[in-house]
C-alpha cells in the first residue's frame, strides 16, 4: 500500500480546562477562503449539550484510531480527525485506519452557542489526554468550545510546539475523500425511536470480541423494530461487520433517534455499505458509515468511474469549485443554474470534487456539503487505476467497434476483450469477456475495457475507436 508521511503541526495540545468548563481543539495546516492556512480559527463559543457533544467527539475519536480489520497494537499511530466549519455548522470527520469506516459529528448551529463559525476544513488535535478528560466529563451546563488558537494557546506561546509525523496511505485517503460519493447513491431506508435504536445497538457484537462477525448480515425494519436476516430482501439494509457499529454505544444514553440509509436491495443483492445516523439532543448526529466488508475498505468500489470518464466532467468540477463557499447544503439545481450546467453534468461535476476530497454528503440533508480534506488534492487517475488504464487503451487506438452493442478492446500486453451491451452508457448493464468482470460482474464499476468503451462513445469523431466508429456501440 503506497503511502507518505504527513505531518501535523500544533501550537499546541488539545486541551480540557475544568476550570472553566473549556474545549481548545487545535488545528493543523488547513484551507479557508483566503487560502492556505497554518492554523485556522472557526468557533469561539460553547456546545449546548455538553455531555452528548463531548461523546460524540470521543466517538469520532475511537473510529480515528481503529483497524476493524487486522487490528494493530494498541498504540500504533492514528491519523487526526478533520473539522469543516461552513453556513453555521461544525462537521467532525475520522476515517478508521482499515479504510472501512467513516464517522461524522454534524453540529448545526442549534448546538451552538455564542459566537460565529468561521468557514474551511482542517484537522484537529485528539490525544490522549484529551479523551480522558472528556471521557470523565460531568455536569450538564454548556461546555466552551474553542476551535483553533485561542486563549490556552496564547498561554503556551507561539511557535510550533507539537508535531505528529504519521503514514497516509493512497488507499486511506482514497476511501476517505469517496467515501461521501458512494453515500450519495443511498436513500432513507428505515426510522427508529430511541429506545429501539439502544435495545438493538446494546446487542451487538463488541469490535474485538471472541464473538465479532466478519460476515455481512441484512437489517429490516418492521412494526417500529429491527431484525437482523442472513439474506437480503427490498427494503432491508446491509450490516456488514456489525461490531464496527461499537463507536455509537458512546452516545445511546443521549440518542434520540436512528436511521439507517443504503442503495436500492433485492433477494440477490450482494452485501452493500450503509449509514448508521443516531440523531442526538440539539439537533447534532452521528453518522458511522460500513464498506460492504470488514476486509475491504472504500478504495476500489469503482462506483465513481462513470462519472469520471465523461469528457466535460474536468471543466465542469473546475467550474464548479469557483462557486463552492463552505455552504452547508449544496443545492445541485440552484448550482446547476449558477454554472449553466445541466443536473446531470453538475453532479457528474461533484462526483469529480468528491474524490478529490472537495465535497462532503449528508444523507439527512440528501446533499452534498463543501468541505476541502487537508490532503493533496487532483490525483483522480493515480487513485483510480481502471480509469488510467482505460485512458491508455484509448491512447493507444484499442477500442474497435464491432456492430450494434458490442466492441472489441485490445490492451498494450496484447490481450484482447470483448464488451457487449450499453457500456457506453453511465450506469447500464454491460458484460465483458474479462477476469475482472467474471469475478465481479459489474458490482464494483465497470472494468477499464467497459470504461474505454464508454469514453470512446462519449468522444465521436476523435478517432478513439476504429473501424467502426462510436456508433456501433451506441446503437442497438
Not at 468557533?43 to 481503529?66: H, I, K, N, P
Given at each position: 500500500?503506497?503511502?507518505?508521511?504527513t505531518?501535523?503541526?500544533?501550537?499546541a495540545?488539545?486541551?480540557?480546562?475544568?476550570?472553566?468548563?473549556?474545549?481548545?481543539l487545535q488545528t493543523?495546516?488547513?484551507?479557508?477562503p483566503a487560502?492556505?492556512?497554518?492554523?485556522?480559527?472557526?468557533?469561539?463559543?460553547?456546545?449546548?449539550?455538553?455531555?452528548?457533544s463531548?461523546?460524540?467527539?470521543?466517538?469520532?475519536a475511537?473510529?480515528?484510531?481503529?483497524?476493524?480489520?487486522?487490528?494493530?497494537?494498541?498504540?500504533?499511530?492514528?491519523?487526526?480527525?478533520?473539522v469543516?466549519?461552513?453556513?453555521?455548522?461544525?462537521r467532525?470527520?475520522?476515517?478508521?485506519g482499515?479504510?472501512?469506516?467513516?464517522?461524522r459529528?454534524?453540529?448545526?448551529?442549534?448546538?451552538?452557542?455564542?459566537?460565529?463559525?468561521?468557514?474551511?476544513?482542517?484537522?484537529?488535535d485528539?490525544?490522549?489526554?484529551l479523551?480522558?478528560?472528556?471521557?470523565?466529563?460531568?455536569g450538564?451546563?454548556?461546555?466552551?468550545?474553542?476551535?483553533?488558537?485561542?486563549?490556552l494557546?496564547?498561554?503556551?506561546?507561539?511557535?510550533?510546539?507539537?508535531?505528529?509525523?504519521?503514514?497516509?496511505?493512497?488507499?486511506?485517503?482514497?476511501?476517505?475523500a469517496e467515501?461521501?460519493?458512494?453515500?450519495?447513491?443511498?436513500?432513507?431506508?428505515?426510522?427508529?425511536p430511541?429506545?429501539?435504536?439502544?435495545?438493538?445497538?446494546?446487542?451487538?457484537?463488541?469490535a474485538?470480541?471472541?464473538?465479532?462477525?466478519?460476515?455481512?448480515?441484512?437489517?429490516?425494519?418492521?412494526?417500529?423494530?429491527?431484525?437482523?436476516?442472513s439474506r437480503?430482501?427490498?427494503?432491508a439494509v446491509?450490516?456488514?461487520?456489525?461490531?464496527?457499529?461499537?463507536?455509537?454505544?458512546?452516545?445511546?444514553?443521549?440518542?434520540?433517534?436512528?436511521?439507517?440509509?443504503?442503495?436500492p436491495v433485492?433477494?440477490?443483492?450482494?452485501?452493500?455499505?450503509?449509514?448508521?445516523e443516531?440523531?442526538l439532543?440539539?439537533?447534532l448526529?452521528?453518522?458511522?458509515?460500513?464498506?460492504p466488508?470488514?476486509?475491504r475498505?472504500?478504495?476500489g468500489?469503482?462506483?465513481?468511474?462513470?462519472?469520471?470518464s465523461?469528457?466535460?466532467?474536468?471543466?465542469?468540477?473546475?467550474l464548479?469549485?469557483?462557486?463552492?463557499?463552505?455552504?452547508s447544503?449544496?443545492?445541485?439545481?440552484?448550482?446547476?443554474?449558477?454554472?449553466?450546467?445541466?443536473?446531470?453534468?453538475?453532479r457528474?461535476?461533484?462526483?469529480?470534487l468528491?474524490?478529490?476530497g472537495?465535497?462532503?454528503?449528508?444523507?439527512?440533508?440528501?446533499?452534498?456539503?463543501?468541505?476541502?480534506?487537508?490532503?493533496?488534492?487532483?490525483r483522480?487517475?493515480d487513485?483510480?487505476?481502471?480509469?488510467?488504464?482505460?485512458?491508455?487503451?484509448?491512447?493507444?487506438?484499442?477500442?474497435?467497434?464491432?456492430?450494434?452493442?458490442r466492441?472489441e478492446?485490445?490492451?498494450?500486453?496484447?490481450?484482447?476483450?470483448?464488451?457487449?451491451?450499453?457500456?457506453?452508457?453511465?450506469?447500464?448493464?454491460?458484460?465483458?469477456?474479462?477476469?475482472?468482470?467474471a469475478?465481479h460482474?459489474?458490482?464494483?464499476?465497470?472494468?477499464?475495457?467497459?470504461?474505454?468503451?464508454?469514453?470512446?462513445?462519449?468522444?465521436?469523431?476523435?478517432?478513439a475507436?476504429?473501424?467502426?466508429?462510436p456508433?456501433?456501440?451506441r446503437?442497438?
Amino acid at each position: 500500500m503506497p503511502s507518505a508521511t504527513t505531518t501535523y503541526s500544533y501550537r499546541a495540545s488539545s486541551a480540557f480546562d475544568s476550570a472553566v468548563h473549556a474545549l481548545a481543539l487545535q488545528t493543523s495546516g488547513g484551507r479557508t477562503p483566503a487560502g492556505a492556512a497554518a492554523h485556522p480559527h472557526f468557533f469561539d463559543g460553547t456546545l449546548v449539550e455538553s455531555q452528548a457533544s463531548a461523546a460524540a467527539l470521543l466517538a469520532v475519536a475511537d473510529v480515528a484510531a481503529a483497524r476493524y480489520h487486522d487490528p494493530r497494537p494498541a498504540g500504533s499511530a492514528s491519523l487526526d480527525p478533520v473539522v469543516t466549519a461552513g453556513g453555521g455548522w461544525l462537521r467532525f470527520e475520522s476515517f478508521s485506519g482499515c479504510c472501512g469506516v467513516h464517522a461524522r459529528l454534524d453540529v448545526p448551529p442549534a448546538g451552538l452557542d455564542g459566537g460565529e463559525v468561521g468557514r474551511g476544513t482542517t484537522n484537529v488535535d485528539v490525544n490522549l489526554p484529551l479523551r480522558d478528560a472528556l471521557g470523565r466529563l460531568a455536569g450538564r451546563e454548556p461546555l466552551g468550545l474553542t476551535v483553533g488558537p485561542g486563549e490556552l494557546t496564547v498561554r503556551a506561546g507561539g511557535d510550533p510546539i507539537v508535531e505528529k509525523k504519521v503514514p497516509l496511505p493512497d488507499r486511506w485517503i482514497r476511501g476517505f475523500a469517496e467515501t461521501p460519493v458512494i453515500v450519495s447513491r443511498f436513500d432513507l431506508r428505515a426510522e427508529l425511536p430511541a429506545a429501539e435504536a439502544v435495545r438493538f445497538l446494546r446487542a451487538l457484537p463488541r469490535a474485538g470480541s471472541g464473538n465479532a462477525s466478519r460476515g455481512a448480515e441484512w437489517v429490516v425494519a418492521a412494526n417500529g423494530r429491527l431484525r437482523t436476516t442472513s439474506r437480503p430482501a427490498p427494503g432491508a439494509v446491509c450490516l456488514p461487520g456489525p461490531q464496527r457499529l461499537t463507536a455509537l454505544r458512546r452516545v445511546l444514553r443521549h440518542a434520540r433517534g436512528l436511521r439507517l440509509y443504503g442503495p436500492p436491495v433485492t433477494t440477490r443483492s450482494a452485501a452493500q455499505a450503509a449509514a448508521w445516523e443516531v440523531s442526538l439532543p440539539a439537533g447534532l448526529r452521528l453518522t458511522l458509515t460500513l464498506s460492504p466488508e470488514t476486509g475491504r475498505g472504500f478504495s476500489g468500489e469503482g462506483t465513481v468511474l462513470d462519472d469520471l470518464s465523461g469528457p466535460d466532467v474536468e471543466a465542469d468540477a473546475e467550474l464548479l469549485s469557483v462557486l463552492l463557499a463552505w455552504d452547508s447544503r449544496i443545492d445541485t439545481a440552484e448550482l446547476a443554474a449558477g454554472a449553466g450546467l445541466t443536473v446531470g453534468r453538475t453532479r457528474a461535476a461533484l462526483t469529480r470534487l468528491g474524490v478529490d476530497g472537495r465535497v462532503g454528503y449528508d444523507p439527512a440533508a440528501a446533499a452534498y456539503f463543501h468541505r476541502e480534506l487537508p490532503f493533496v488534492p487532483g490525483r483522480t487517475e493515480d487513485h483510480n487505476p481502471r480509469l488510467r488504464a482505460a485512458r491508455a487503451i484509448l491512447a493507444a487506438g484499442g477500442v474497435r467497434g464491432l456492430g450494434p452493442g458490442r466492441a472489441e478492446v485490445t490492451t498494450a500486453d496484447g490481450h484482447t476483450h470483448r464488451v457487449r451491451g450499453d457500456a457506453g452508457t453511465a450506469g447500464a448493464a454491460f458484460a465483458c469477456t474479462c477476469q475482472w468482470w467474471a469475478e465481479h460482474e459489474g458490482r464494483r464499476g465497470p472494468c477499464s475495457h467497459a470504461l474505454a468503451v464508454r469514453i470512446a462513445t462519449d468522444a465521436p469523431g476523435t478517432g478513439a475507436m476504429t473501424p467502426d466508429g462510436p456508433e456501433a456501440v451506441r446503437s442497438r
